[in-house]
Nanobody, 122 residues
Framework: QAPLVESGGGLVQAGGSLRLSCAAPGRTFSSPAMGWFRQAPGQERQFVAAINWTGRSTYYADSVKGRFTISRDKNMVYLQMNNLKPEDTAVYYC?????????????????WGQGTQVTVSS
């Protein structure tokens, strides 16, 4: 089993909302920053959002700023996605960076989930 498990993906119309969740069943990471990344067909995986261990600092890609919100509650991490656009269609991955601060650099994240599909229809 992957260290992280994402849920909440699905099919939604443009302008709609989805809330993704990420859990680490049976695992405890040391002060992890958490990030969300996405990969559209034929494209490289890209940064979406990140949050530091305390939850006080958040970071967003310009393409989702103002529409997506990352949050965390104990060992759960969430990505609230509003006003979704067809270009948001991708597989969304959750990742953990123990001891990190919330970098956009995906190579800094040690643990990953298997991803959840988000499809936005026009």
């Amino acid at each position: 089993q992957a260290p992280l498990v994402e849920s909440g993906g699905g099919l939604v119309q443009a302008g709609g909302s989805l809330r993704l969740s990420c859990a680490a069943p049976g695992r405890t990471f040391s002060s992890p920053a958490m990030g969300w990344f996405r990969q559209a067909p034929g494209q490289e995986r890209q940064f979406v959002a990140a949050i530091n261990w305390t939850g006080r600092s958040t970071y967003y890609a310009d393409s989702v700023k103002g529409r997506f919100t990352i949050s965390r509650d104990k060992n759960m991490v969430y990505l609230q996605m509003n006003n979704l656009k067809p270009e948001d269609t991708a597989v969304y991955y959750c990742a953990a960076d123990p001891g990190g601060w919330g970098t956009r650099d995906q190579s800094e994240y040690d643990y990953w989930g298997q991803g959840t599909q988000v499809t936005v229809s026009s």
